[in-house]
T-cell receptor
Framework: QKEVEQDPGPLSVPEGAIVSLNCTYS??????FMWYRQYSRKGPELLMY????GNKEDGRFTAQVDKSSKYISLFIRDSQPSDSATYLC???????????FGSGTKLNVKP | ETGVTQTPRHLVMGMTNKKSLKCEQH?????MYWYKQSAKKPLELMFV???????ENNSVPSRFSPECPNSSHLFLHLHTLQPEDSALYLC????????????FGQGTRLTVV
């Protein structure tokens, strides 16, 4: 079983839609949860990170962590064509220089 | 500009060649990483260096050889690679242990022919 599972998509939505991206994981020791955005031919760019459970909001983006269900989500409100990219979730145990990534979900926001 | 620079951006090499990938970070971080990104697969951690010492080697074949001469530079030396080694190789850096934000370079697209 993979440490982190993520639906590869592709996910296609109209402009202005609310997008929900999700990951599940198996390691209950994960403490930090991150979302990266990767445009074509570029390296991943850190979007948001959260520690332990709860919500974090940054502009149109909201990250949620449910440790009891081992489930994390990234919501994008009022999605834009410029949001079209691959979104990767990543997780890490505390005090450990190692990141576990999902395989990424490709998002296409149509004008 | 992310503060992590990788060169070259693209590399085509034969199976008998020797080449090196270079990574440089300008963020004052103490940990650096090499990742491999193949199509439709999760990022695979290859090597971790913390304070210039290798702390993790995820059973990577010996045809990949990392070098970290100082906390700002990281190399990946390549020799006798296989076509299945073709992938995007990403370098990342982060602060010392306990900090989990990783900043990535743009990657080197490697094609082995």
């Amino acid at each position: 079983q993979k440490e982190v599972e993520q639906d590869p998509g592709p996910l296609s939505v109209p402009e202005g839609a609310i997008v929900s991206l999700n990951c599940t994981y198996s390691n209950s020791a994960f403490q930090y949860f991150m979302w990266y955005r990767q445009y074509s031919r570029k390296g991943p760019e850190l979007l948001m990170y959260t520690y332990s459970s709860g919500n974090k909001e940054d502009g149109r983006f909201t990250a949620q962590v449910d440790k009891s269900s081992k489930y994390i989500s990234l919501f994008i409100r009022d999605s834009q064509p410029s949001d079209s990219a691959t979104y990767l979730c990543a997780m890490s145990e505390r005090d450990f220089n190692k990141f576990y990534f999902g395989s990424g979900t490709k998002l296409n926001v149509k004008p | 500009e992310t503060g992590v620079t990788q060169t070259p951006r693209h590399l085509v090499m034969g199976m008998t060649n020797k080449k090196s990938l270079k990574c440089e970070q300008h963020l004052g971080h103490n940990a650096m990483y090499w990742y491999k990104q193949s199509a439709k697969k999760p990022l695979e951690l290859m090597f971790v260096y913390s304070l210039e010492e290798r702390v993790e080697n995820n059973s990577v074949p010996s045809r990949f050889s990392p070098e970290c001469p100082n906390s700002s530079h990281l190399f990946l030396h390549l020799h006798t690679l296989q076509p299945e080694d073709s992938a995007l190789y990403l370098c990342a850096s982060s602060q010392a242990a306990g900090t989990t934000e990783a900043f990535f370079g743009q990657g080197t697209r490697l094609t082995v022919v």
